[in-house]
């Protein structure tokens, strides 16, 4: 399997493929989602979100992935925003993971995850850092 940036001018063409997997996570998040698969595309389409993909020999999707990046004033910031199928959930697919975000200047990697997401990117070397609370107004 080969992890594979998805070009800004191939979107259009991948996105039936991959969005499944992506929708299939969202489905997975529990409680009020900040956004829908529909958005999820819109950044990609917009370039505000990499759009990435597991691909077998023969060129067929098995999971994608979507990433943000945040500049902040001693790293850049590869904030993993969506994952579904076969994709970061073994240390061959994170290390191809690492080698594009790198090369996309980022020096750190970051995503919000479900405990047993944690326990799982424990073995990639994920340390877990801090809990999310928020409060709708």
Not at 104 to 130: I, P
Request: proline share 3%; aromatic share 10%; net charge neutral.
């Amino acid at each position: 399997m080969k992890l594979r940036y998805v070009d800004a001018n191939y979107i259009q063409q991948m996105w039936p493929a991959a969005e499944k997997y992506l929708a299939d996570a969202l489905e997975k998040d529990p409680g009020d989602a900040e956004y829908n698969i529909h958005h999820v595309r819109q950044f990609v389409v917009s370039g505000q979100w990499l759009l990435l993909v597991v691909l077998d020999d023969d060129g067929m999707v098995h999971g994608a992935a979507t990433v943000s990046f945040t500049n902040y004033p001693l790293h850049r910031v590869a904030f993993m925003t969506t994952t579904g199928g076969k994709f970061v959930a073994n240390p061959e697919m994170f290390e191809q993971f690492v080698e594009i975000v790198k090369r996309l200047g980022a020096t750190k990697v970051q995503a919000f995850c479900r405990e047993s997401m944690v326990r799982l990117l424990d073995k990639c070397g994920f340390k877990h850092r801090t809990n999310l609370v928020e409060v709708t107004l």
